[in-house]
């Protein structure tokens, strides 16, 4: 069976729980794409040609330490506004889209541009204000000192980063289900991604 699902949304909105719960709840297999611009972004910051990196990314760098550090993040959210490194990396996406036995993609522009054919869309979002309290919390689990205005600050230059730059921009798929998030729990939101991916397995 050869069933996507595509999960898009701004950063820390739930999409990488709502992805993960998702792939376990129906055995699909999980993409995080952020990874694979992170993986460019940390390419670069060691001093690589932004499109070469995109066209030599191997499965290895996306294990790489580091990636999921805020650094990474911002240099993912740079060499994404390119649109040759973009194009380098759709067909790796598309074939983990179609592959037998289903796939969940999270990302910007998966419902839009990399999946436009999915069967099941969603789009994660929620309050500016929310995400970035949300991405606060695990920074200071994490042992980091950081006010929170900063956190928020980020969260919004990234936003507009993303939103913003002509090639894919982020933005909900016409048919998309939009899950806000802002004043929901994890199990709820989880709930509501599941029963969408099931409305959507009926009608496939
Ligand atoms: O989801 P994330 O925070 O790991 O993504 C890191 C950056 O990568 C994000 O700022 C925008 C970019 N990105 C993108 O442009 N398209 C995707 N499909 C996934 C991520």
Redesign the pocket.
């Known amino acids: 069976m050869r069933f996507t699902v595509a999960i898009?949304g701004p950063?820390?909105a739930g999409?990488?729980t709502i992805s993960r719960a998702v792939a376990a709840q129906f055995g699909f297999a999980h993409l995080?794409?952020?990874?694979?611009?992170?993986a460019v972004?940390a390419m670069v910051l060691e001093g690589a040609d932004p499109v070469a990196a995109a066209q030599a990314l191997a499965p290895d760098d996306l294990e790489r330490p580091g990636?999921?550090g805020a650094e990474?993040?911002?240099a993912?959210?740079k060499?994404?506004?390119i649109p040759e490194v973009?194009a380098a990396?759709v067909a790796f996406?598309r074939s983990f889209a179609r592959r037998v036995g289903g796939a969940v993609?999270?990302?910007?522009?998966?419902g839009t541009v990399?999946c436009p054919e999915a069967e099941a869309k969603l789009f994660v979002t929620a309050s500016a204000e929310v995400r970035a309290a949300r991405r606060w919390k695990e920074l200071c689990a994490a042992g980091a000192q950081v006010p929170l205005e900063q956190v928020l600050a980020d969260v919004r230059a990234?936003d507009a980063?993303?939103s913003g730059?002509a090639a894919?921009p982020?933005r909900a798929a016409a048919e998309a289900r939009v899950i806000d998030t802002t004043g929901m729990s994890i199990d709820a939101a989880v709930a509501a991604a599941v029963a969408e991916v099931e409305r959507a397995l009926r009608r496939a």
């Open positions: 898009d950063a820390a999409k990488g995080d794409t952020g990874l694979l611009y992170r972004g990636l999921r990474a993040a911002e993912a959210s060499v994404a506004a973009r990396l996406q993609l999270d990302g910007r522009d998966i990399i990234r980063r993303d730059r894919a982020l």
